[in-house]
């Protein structure tokens, strides 16, 4: 039956422009997941000392890519496929594919492949940097990477051109049209609802118990039940695998045939691994969902950076930090850890999962809080793109926004500014997180209307309904639509930061018994 | 004192034609490393669901990789540097980065590049194909698979071309110059000497006792013991790794700086993980033995295939299957299962691993009967090679073989004619086992000259000397000189198979007490 009700997209077969835009695009997915895999061992189980001659490979990979998006056959031949790509008998996929293919080639001419190189070289070795600092608390170490990195961010920047910012530019390539003033006009409501809700609740005087989330943890432990939360996700191991590396994340090397996530499990509390592994479990099913007939193409994936992360916020808050799914999983934490959590109750762990304290550390923090992280983090660099503040003075500047936002202070780098891998490799991801929360609202709040018993389903254990829905309004179609109009298409309505602040809203004053 | 002794080899700086030369080899060794990680990642770690994909992935990096060696700039630059390449102002690095240059190129242009792409999608879905053949013991799902690699590297031999058989023109890729001629005669004297020491040790009543290498091992600790007995070899860490796979290998991305093996316990019986991880670890401290000066060129590695197995079966025979060896490392073995070894001793436990039983499984033969291994393997795929043998009649060949030369059978394919890799890939490399083990008996000789005290120092614990000499007199010059001349360079004279059969009858009939 459901087979009948989605549409799976396809591209229009034995169109000889397509097939040949279809060979091209092959050629690079499959050379782009080749470099994933380089960085995913990098990640893993890379040995230290391969730093300077991955960072060579890595480079020389972005080279020979850099020459294929370059090339003049391709620029011909889209210029060839968009003069008639709007005609009926073409699908969105194909228009969805020209779309891409357009953006990467618009991008890539406009860069030197010199610049590429650079940059590829840079960001391996200012990873091995950024781990080295994040461990001895050193950011002094860490810091020539950063300048050099923002020189080429900058340096990118100009020759990919903007309207208003620098950082627009950067911006672009995560969330496509998206720029600063835009956001700074979506996240005013956030920052504002954020810091509301938190005074309420710290002058509420109710403490959430999260005593039942500490102890000890054994890592393998860990790593295992993480592998049945996401087995009860609907998570495919045979199309993908699980690792640990210091920071977690989820990558692809052909979806939606292999996609792969880390964990970075806490010995003494057990929030850490579980709620990476939703959240990063919720970016690999949003993978793992693109049509087969996207594989191998720049569609099959998710639809922009906001749109995955929505995704990953969607498992991670939504569902995996209400009471109803741990209703239906609680019997696997307490199977894999039976001795701590044999007099806990799934209610009680959920509650746990909720306790909004302001903490140092991102990917720690509540619902209520998180977004204050990102709203730091986009600050800070934004202004470093631009010009307005130097490297010397981040750690203090960054110290300085979390006494202003969030009331608490860093008492070491490490913790502080060193906490995050991103800015060893660039600058325009972080506002994607809080994207992701409000498409992640939206979202859910039309897919709760779809089922009146949802909170039932849940409790009862089952998930699968929830990635079906998902799947086919969403998933399925992978970067097919912008993100504008893939949240029309699942929602029926263009993004509005009103689902987020309700949300947000209205399960806090539950909790925090806020009236 | 050392440094001033060793020559390390570089190119020659500033030269127009040679440095263009390097970074063309830089890119290509680049790109070949992630494919070499590609693979690795297939036997380790990668989903089986992704084997489809992963094989495009492969397919499309050796046809970029054909088109780099094929490229007529290279061609060009070459002739250009053949003409002035051996004045002697250039260097022996300099004339074999020529020469590995000019070999590749030969033999790239010689292929199509639709054929290397097919090989390569047929050695992925092959390498699935064999691991669940052997896994349900089923030889004729695997069977089109090898039908298909035959017919592609019939094909290659073809486009190769060869004076006397099809399998020369394999060989010579693992093997430069080798014939199958000459194998033949190199070969007579090792089956002769294996037989005959086989029949005598039957005849001789005495039995060697391995029950103290029979037990219940835990898998993890085996993993862990071999780290302990690599780092003992000198095996760096800190530029490799180590993993579990179905069949251990070694393999570089990067050599010298990135060099990573894999062991495949057995639950039951200890000598698996500890041989393979002695034998791959020989591998390995071959390639991370290279000059740094080396990186990124095809120089970085053995010199053959035959070269580097005669450092995996140095290190594993005539080393790690010496009682002296286990008079230095034996505290290793039994610290890391202390009850089972608490009463053995060292030399009980060398004793044991040199147990000559004719047995199915090459990986675990011991050094008498492992050559008529290799030969079974050597006479099948010549035959498969020159048409002499229908894929059908193959199991059948294998299973009478052994009976014949190892006066057993094998009770399943698994255990017969499915239980290598190799053949998921191609043909030509077996040949190089046994002419490792020629090698390595002649160098060990050369080794034992040098060192009065060879035995004592092994006893005490001490095997740097070891890796010293042979890094200094070999590892250094990684692929510079070719196998002949190398082996010249190291032992004074060139290959001779009377080292092996000396050494081989010596050390039996002392342990068998042949007399």
Redesign the interface.
Same mark, same amino acid.
């Given at each position: 039956m459901l087979e009948q009700e989605t549409m799976i997209p396809s591209f229009t077969n034995g169109d000889a422009g397509i097939t040949e835009l279809l060979d091209y695009m092959?050629?690079i997915e499959?050379?782009k997941?080749? $470099?994933s895999?380089?960085e995913w061992?990098q990640n893993t189980?890379?040995?230290? $000392?391969?730093g300077?001659?991955?960072g060579?490979?890595s480079?020389?990979?972005q080279?020979?890519l850099h020459e294929r998006w370059t090339n003049q056959r391709l620029g011909t031949l889209l210029n060839r496929l968009n003069e008639v790509i709007n005609r009926s008998d073409y699908t969105d996929a194909d228009r969805g594919l020209v779309r891409e293919a357009q953006r990467n080639y618009d991008r890539s001419t406009k860069l030197p492949r010199k610049l590429v190189e650079e940059m590829a070289r840079v960001q391996a070795g200012s990873f091995e940097a950024w781990r080295r600092a994040r461990q001895h608390n050193d950011f002094a170490s860490f810091a020539p990477w950063l300048s050099r990195t923002v020189a080429l961010q900058r340096e990118v920047a100009d020759h990919i051109g903007y309207a208003e910012s620098r950082y627009d530019a950067l911006l672009d390539l995560f969330e496509p049209g998206m720029t600063a003033s835009t956001l700074d006009t979506l996240f005013a409501p956030v920052r504002e609802v954020s810091t509301t809700l938190l005074r309420r609740i710290e002058a509420s005087g109710v403490i959430v118990d999260d005593t039942c989330l500490q102890g000890e943890f054994s890592e393998e432990q860990q790593v295992a039940l993480s592998e049945v939360l996401l087995r009860g996700m609907g998570y495919? *191991?045979?199309?993908?695998?699980i690792?640990v590396s210091p920071h977690p994340f989820t990558t692809s *090397?052909?979806s939606p *045939?292999?996609v792969?996530l880390t964990v970075h499990p806490d010995k003494h509390f057990i929030q850490s691994s579980v709620m990476a592994a939703i959240h990063e479990g919720g970016h690999a099913v949003y993978e793992q969902g693109s049509a087969s007939t996207l594989?191998?193409t720049p569609l099959a994936g998710g639809a922009s950076m906001g749109a995955h992360e929505s995704q990953s916020r969607l498992w991670e808050n939504a569902i995996g930090r209400s009471e109803a799914y741990w209703q239906g999983q609680f019997a696997a934490v307490r199977q894999a850890f039976l001795q701590h959590f044999t007099a806990i109750e799934a209610t009680t762990f959920a509650r746990a999962l909720n306790r909004v304290k302001p903490s140092l550390i991102r990917i720690e923090a509540d619902e209520v809080t998180y977004n204050l992280h990102i709203i730091v983090r986009y600050e800070l660099e934004k202004a470093m793109i631009n010009g307005d503040l130097a490297i010397e003075s981040l750690p203090g500047q960054w110290n300085a926004k979390y006494r202003e936002y969030l009331g608490i202070e860093p008492g070491s780098d490490s913790e502080g500014v060193l906490q995050d891998i991103h800015w060893s490799s660039g600058f325009g991801y972080f506002p994607s997180y809080t994207l992701g929360n409000l498409y992640s609202a939206q979202i859910y709040s039309a897919l709760r209307q779809q089922y009146s018993n949802f909170d039932e389903r849940l409790a009862s254990g089952d998930t699968a309904f929830i990635l079906e829905w998902l799947r086919n309004k969403m998933y399925v179609f992978g970067a097919i639509y912008q993100p504008a109009t893939l949240m029309e298409r699942v929602t029926g309505e263009t993004p509005d930061p009103e689902f987020f602040t309700r949300y947000l809203t209205s399960k806090f004053e539950a909790i925090y018994q806020l009236h």
């Open positions: 092959h050629e499959d050379l997941a080749l $470099g895999l380089a061992d189980e890379m040995p230290e $000392g391969a300077e001659v991955r060579h490979q480079a020389t990979l080279g020979v495919d *191991f045979s199309h993908g695998g690792a *090397f052909g *045939f292999d792969r594989v191998r």
